[in-house]
């Protein structure tokens, strides 16, 4: 009876190992095994329901291992039952750990941005911000260093398609040249969707859709390499002097431009009420070769928050540019243009724009509160 019940005591003790192996690999080895405590010859009779009772209170367990190699350790577990101390052994495979991956440094990191700091404590190594209509400049974080700014490249793609005046009903289709070997990134447009270029700039600009920006270009008289020079010839004549296009797309690192250059993007696109009402749609279905319908949705969080009145927007993401976020918004009755540029973090860009909104709150609240104070002391005078 006592060889069954030690038996049983064992399995169940080995079971209650099994979910703390984790715990037990990660503890320091012993200087040496303790030997199993011997038994005398005395009878003992263990009643099954007592060790039951006993192994549900595991207050007297304790475990300790010993690496035999790389991949396996010796478990030791100890416990007390009726005043008698039981040990017994298991071999434990470790699972190999998983190599460590270090962060990925993005262009403004390597260019030492991650280092300035600033009021806000904001994720995005570059901001920029100012009044549209005054062109006062209300907050500036690195303003003037050209970095990759992934898909925010699509917002001169569609100004250029714009002012290209094409037919916008005209169908285009996707093409083997359309598939990021870039990047290699995903696209619901399989290769031979057809669709018109006003659906392709839509959902280009919603939903940042790769394919659908490259097969604007490739329709462009001229082709892809044409339509990039136009968006050079237009970053030229609106003063980007920082900034220089590659591909339509922005998965090309070397699309780079300033927030400073960014922001009069910004101003020059919201001229437009097709760009205004695409960028800031929520959703918007399709039917590639009028069939299968597909819906798209917006790329931006902020323009599905009632809380927001955003006229503009557009994001962007590849590991060298971080996440990137330009926008026009009205904030307490004025409208301003935000740039951030090469964030921390899958969300970062849209709370530092949250971030940024109650500042420029605030900051609006203390300049009504003092004058209201400077109108009360002529008044008094």
């Not at 030690?6 to 399995?11: A, D, E, K």
């Not at 010796?74 to 190999?96: A, N």
Request: some cysteine.
């Amino acid at each position: 009876m006592r060889k069954s019940a030690l038996v049983v005591i064992s399995s169940l003790f080995f079971a209650f190992a099994s979910a703390s192996i984790a715990e037990a690999a990660s503890a320091p080895a012993p200087a040496s095994l303790e030997k199993p405590v011997k038994k005398t010859g005395a009878k003992h009779r263990v009643a099954k329901k007592t060790v039951s009772a006993k192994v549900s209170h595991a207050s007297a367990r304790r475990i300790s291992t010993v690496s035999l190699n790389k991949n396996e350790r010796l478990l030791k577990q100890t416990v007390v039952v009726r005043g008698r101390r039981h040990t017994g052994y298991q071999r434990v495979s470790i699972r190999p750990s998983l190599p460590v991956v270090p962060p990925i440094e993005t262009a403004g990191d390597l260019a030492g941005l991650n280092l300035t700091q600033d009021p806000l404590a904001l994720k995005s190594n570059v901001a920029y911000v100012i009044d549209q209509a005054s062109s006062k400049v209300l907050f500036e974080k690195n303003a003037n260093v050209a970095l990759p700014i992934a898909s925010v490249t699509k917002l001169m793609t569609a100004t250029v398609v714009v002012e290209a005046h094409q037919n916008m009903e005209e169908m285009l289709t996707v093409t083997d040249e359309d598939v990021d070997r870039e990047k290699f990134s995903s696209s619901r447009l399989r290769v031979g969707s057809r669709l018109s270029r006003d659906d392709m700039l839509h959902i280009a600009l919603m939903s940042s859709e790769n394919r659908a920006a490259s097969a604007l270009s490739r329709y462009y008289p001229g082709g892809k390499p044409a339509f990039v020079a136009a968006m050079n010839m237009k970053a030229r004549s609106l003063g980007m002097n920082d900034t220089h296009y590659y591909d339509p797309t922005g998965l090309d690192k070397n699309n780079v431009a300033s927030a400073h250059d960014l922001a009069k993007l910004v101003v020059a696109a919201y001229q437009y009420p097709l760009i205004r009402n695409y960028s800031t749609d929520i959703k918007y279905s399709v039917e590639p070769n009028g069939h299968s319908m597909m819906q798209y949705g917006t790329s931006n969080s902020l323009v599905r928050n009632k809380d927001w009145d955003i006229g503009l927007q557009k994001t962007g993401f590849i590991n060298e540019a971080g996440h990137c976020l330009v926008m026009q918004t009205r904030i307490d009755g004025r409208q301003i243009v935000m740039v951030f540029l090469d964030s921390k973090g899958k969300y970062s860009h849209v709370a530092d724009a949250s971030r940024m909104r109650q500042w420029l709150t605030a900051q609006n609240i203390r300049l009504q509160q003092n004058l209201t104070r400077l109108a009360s002391k002529v008044a008094q005078s």
